[in-house]
């Protein structure tokens, strides 16, 4: 019994840094219908940058806080000089960018951080804590991830620039009409999203080390996450992603062992797309004319 | 003239709809204008603001805004009811209002609120309701509250009567010339129905298949043979 508590609240974990990327997977989707598939490749390069300047000697917290700065900007750039020029081209004009940003991102790490594998440091207690029930990274991450994902619910629910963000992405043309600046508004989403992708990286890179492709699983387990609480509504996502989590971990350790975990985020993403496409929380906007 | 439009050509892709019209929107008051489906109109609207490609000039109280982005000419004081009233559906009425105001600073924003719901006592009401579940009639309230919020200098807007019942469309006639005439503002009227739009008009304008074949104080043009005929039904 005490086993598999530990492994839901493992998979609680898990999942608060699957439920962190899809929500950044998410915020991009519902302003621009796309998916970043390089989401994942943008975080672990912000997570490299953490680890410079942890490495350079700076406090972990504030390493942490510039590093989200840092990957803000990174993301309002790429939205402003690659997405921004591509605006009406085709999908599949977007999906050849994605790959392509994913392929540069990638070797760009490698790159310039190199290609072997890196502790992380955990800035929480390391050890087992309530008699081996959780670890403190687990607790610890789970409680930044949450405060995360909190005040962006509050940001997006209760400040201007939230509710200006929410109209670009919603009715474009509309909020033009009211005076929004719509592409800055993207340019905005996409900084956002960075950061987020950022401190799931940090969060997740004690457990699972830096590498260049560090975050490949996490993406497929974020995109499992959001097609399962809807792809266009980021508190489902956040749901989706925490139960990919506990899901993972228990068919992980019970049912078809660690080495098939991933199909099975592909078998929820396959699962989800067959039997309910919108996902279990997608938005059903009630509307009369 | 707070509104001046010489020489408009605009349209969408490679063709153009509007051929070259000349227009003017006086300060205060309704300036109306009238046409068949197709002539126009709304292409003129979405001209103005800046939606869509245009050439020729157009300058707002003196100052050029031909090929300004929309949202640059809407911080300028121009308001847009658009064509399908341009809801957000997924937000509450609050926050389609708060939107409204979106860009303004000043402290006037909470009166205007109150202003608001003294016009459309329904919006209150539907207060924190999602606004997709509102009627045709209140969405195209919250439409011109959401337009009014922004304390524009000048309101355009595209039929305000579509497809709503006789009733209701008087109803926001009737709040348009209260607006008319307890606040500065110039409106720009697209109607379809001519009658409704004459009768609060000033001035009018008669688009056929984008030119102007008619134009002058609104008075004159109920008398106009022609119009009457084909436009006024008597």
Redesign the interface.
């Known amino acids: 019994m005490n086993g598999f508590l530990h492994q839901v609240i493992a998979g609680i974990a898990t999942g608060g840094i699957y439920a962190s990327v899809a929500l950044a997977l998410v915020m991009i989707y519902q302003a621009t219908h796309h998916v970043n598939f390089a989401q994942g490749e943008m975080a672990t390069f912000s997570t490299y940058i953490a680890l410079t300047l942890v490495q350079a000697g700076w406090p972990f917290w504030l390493a942490f806080v510039a590093t989200i700065g840092i990957s803000f900007c990174i993301g309002v750039l790429i939205e402003r000089v690659l997405m921004r020029p591509m605006d009406k081209a085709p999908v599949l004009t977007h999906v050849g960018l994605f790959i392509g940003l994913v392929l540069v991102i990638s070797n760009l790490t490698g790159w310039v951080f190199d290609y072997t594998v890196k502790p992380f440091p955990s800035p929480f207690h390391d050890g087992p804590l309530f008699g081996g029930l959780v670890t403190g990274h687990e607790l610890g991450s789970t409680a930044v991830t949450l405060v995360v994902l909190g005040l962006v619910y509050l940001f997006f629910r209760y400040t201007r620039l939230g509710l200006a963000m929410r109209a670009a992405a919603f009715n474009p043309a509309s909020a033009r009409l009211v005076g929004v600046r719509v592409g800055w508004m993207l340019a905005l989403g996409w900084g956002l999203a960075s950061g987020i992708g950022a401190i799931a990286g940090i969060m997740v890179a004690p457990v699972v080390f830096l590498e260049p492709n560090m975050m490949l699983g996490i993406l497929l387990y974020a995109f499992a996450g959001a097609l399962l609480g809807g792809i266009d509504n980021p508190g489902g996502a956040v749901i989706g992603g925490f139960a990919v989590g506990v899901i993972e971990n228990l068919g992980g350790t019970y049912v078809v062992g660690t080495e098939l975990k991933l199909t099975m985020a592909l078998v929820i993403i396959i699962g989800v797309l067959l039997v309910r496409p919108a996902g279990l929380f997608g938005r059903v906007v009630l509307s009369r004319v | 003239m707070l509104l001046e439009v010489n020489g408009l050509k605009a349209g969408y892709g490679p063709t153009w709809v509007l051929h070259g019209i000349d227009f003017a929107v006086a300060e205060g008051g309704v300036t109306a204008l009238l046409g068949a489906n197709g002539a126009g109109k709304t292409t003129t609207l979405r001209a103005v603001?800046g939606?869509i490609r245009t050439e020729g000039s157009i300058t707002l109280a003196g100052k050029p805004i031909q090929g300004k982005?929309?949202?640059d000419i809407?911080?300028l004081g121009v308001?847009?009811v658009?064509d399908g009233r341009?809801?957000?559906?997924?937000?509450t009425v609050e926050?389609n209002m708060?939107?409204?105001a979106?860009?303004r600073h000043d402290k006037g924003v909470a009166a205007d609120f109150e202003r608001m719901f003294e016009l459309f006592p329904r919006l209150k009401q539907r207060y924190r309701q999602?606004a997709?579940?509102?009627?045709?009639g209140e969405q195209q309230m919250l439409a011109i509250a959401?337009a009014l919020l922004?304390r524009p200098r000048l309101l355009l807007m595209d039929e305000p009567s579509f497809?709503l019942a006789p009733l209701i469309v008087q109803e926001i006639f009737g709040i348009m010339a209260r607006v008319r005439d307890e606040q500065q503002v110039a409106i720009l009227l697209v109607e379809q129905n001519a009658n409704l739009a004459l009768e609060i008009a000033d001035t009018a304008y008669l688009l056929e298949t984008g030119r102007i074949v008619v134009s002058g104080p609104a008075a004159d043009i109920r008398q106009d043979e022609s119009v009457r005929r084909s436009y006024l039904g008597y």
Request: aromatic share 4%; glycine share 16%; proline share 3%.
């Open positions: 603001c939606m982005a929309t949202e809407v911080r308001a847009h658009p341009g809801t957000f559906m997924e937000l926050e708060k939107l409204g979106i860009t999602q997709g579940t509102l009627s045709g959401r922004l497809g």
